[in-house]
Each structure stands twice: as C-alpha cells, then as structure tokens.
C-alpha cells in the first residue's frame, strides 16, 4: 500500500528546541541565555498548552515528578494530519503514544491481498497505545493507522513512554490498562465481522456516526464504509440501495442522509 505522511509542522519544532532551552534556564543550565534572549510568546503558550493537554487527558499526569513531567513535554510533538494520510504502520519504526485532540484517526488491519479490517477508532480526547507497542516487550501487533479527516495528534515517542513505565507505576497501569481496552474493542470487532449480519454492522455503523458528528447527514463515501467494515464495497453499496428503498437512507454523491433513525435502530437490535 502506497503510504501518504506529512511531517511535523516546522514551527513546532522551532517552539520545542526554543522550549528546552527555556526549561534548561528555568533550572539554572542556560541562564545566561535566558537572560539576554526574549523568548517569543508562542514558547511559553506551546509549553502551557501540553501541559494542559496532559493534565486533561493523562490521570497519572499529577503523580509524575517534576522532572518526569519536564521529560512528557519536551519529547512530545503537535503534529496536524489530513484527511487520507497514514501515520504509521508495521514497516515504520515505533511511533510512540498518540494523544487525539481533534478529528478521529482509524486503526486497522490489512491482509495480503489488500483486504482491510477496521478494529477501532480514536477520537478527541482518546489515545491510542498500540502504535507504541514496542515499549511493551509483551506485546506484538501489527497495525495501520490512518486520519480519516484532518486530525491533530499529540505524539509522545515510544523512548519516553518505555523510560515513564519503568519509573513509574503510575504510568505503566495506565497504559497498560488502555491497552487491554483496544484489546478488548479489537475481540469486539473481531465478533461483528464473523458473527453479526452485515446490514447489522451497517445499520450500526451509521447510527454511531450520526451520533458522533451530531447531524444525519454523514460526509462518507461507499468505500470508506467498506474499509471500516472489512467488506467489499459492491456488498455495502447494495446494501445501501436496499436501506434507501425502505426509506431508511437517502444516497447521493460522498453523502449517505439518515432519514429514518426507529427503523435504523430496528435493523441495529435484529437477531441473527
């Protein structure tokens, strides 16, 4: 598969060199330089953003030692994806601990012959830690991981994680209990691809994005569907067409408008 990445914006990585030298001068190892430098405002709003960001998101954040959470906010990047572009895969190296700030981001399968499998999603406010697996030596797992719109990322490297966990029990419950929940949503997914019908998936599908985005009319095409599905696209199109002849759905180009949300749940709550 042909892999689309963008890179950290370079003023970030101008505000994080400018950062350290400001925490090094804060404890007394550069300052003559903070003397004679005025820093820009941006450094100390980059600074006081993570630490927000991570006193929000991260529950362990308040157990860390000063210089534990010194270490979390240097070596942690903004980075901005869009729409389409991969972050990361088997072939790449470690990426770390993913903190979503904004958008969603799809984690998924792929087998040989390009088939994919969707095992879950990770919104604002949610972190992946699987794409920091090797700082785990009893986990091994192969994945993608794809912004299925523009997306920011607060990206920790894998390095700085590992150093955490062996310092801090805090942080190794943590991400370990995270772990075992994209475990768990993976068994989950596995379970609605071999035993639940596909127009269940669907119905189910569409129902929690019409929840997500908060409107009816999901901004989505046929094969975005399928992907997330594990199914072909030609299956999730005819099912479509047979949502929109009951009147459940209306179908136009990149949009599928929910019409009837009781007979959607209805199709949702079908045994097998």
């Known amino acids: ?49 993570l630490e927000s960001c991570f006193q929000e998101h991260y529950p362990f954040y308040s157990k860390l030692t000063a210089d534990e959470q010194q270490t979390l906010v240097l070596s942690s990047v903004l980075t901005t994806y869009q729409r389409g572009d991969f972050l990361y ?17 799809r984690i998924f399968i792929q087998s040989g012959e390009q088939r994919e499998i969707t095992l879950f999603t ?40 590992r150093r955490l966990l062996n310092q801090n029990i805090y942080v190794e419950n943590y991400i370990y209990r995270e772990t075992t929940e994209h475990f768990s949503e993976v068994m989950w997914a596995m379970g609605q691809l071999l035993f639940t019908r596909l127009d269940q998936r669907l119905a189910g599908y569409l129902e929690d994005e019409r929840i997500r985005t908060g409107s009816p009319v999901l901004s989505t095409t046929h094969e975005q569907i399928a992907r997330n599905l594990g199914s072909a696209r030609e299956v999730v199109s005819r099912t479509l067409k047979s949502f929109e002849k009951d009147g459940i759905v209306a179908l136009s180009r990149g949009t599928v408008t929910i019409l009837d949300v009781k007979k959607l749940r209805g199709i949702c709550r079908m045994r097998r």
């Open 1 to 49: 598969m042909q892999k689309k990445r963008i890179g950290t914006k370079t003023d970030t990585f101008f505000l994080a060199f400018l950062s350290i030298l400001f925490y090094h001068g804060r404890n007394g190892c550069c300052r003559s330089l903070q003397k004679n430098v005025l820093l820009p405002k941006g450094v100390l709003f980059m600074s006081s953003f």
């Open 89 to 105: 895969s088997c072939d790449d190296d470690c990426l770390g601990v993913l903190l979503v700030l904004s958008g969603k981001l």
């Open 122 to 161: 990770t919104g604002p406010g949610e972190v992946c830690t699987l794409s920091a697996s090797c700082a785990m030596q009893e986990i091994s797992f192969d994945i993608l991981i794809e912004a299925e719109e523009e997306t920011k990322v607060l990206i920790t490297p894998a390095s700085t994680f």
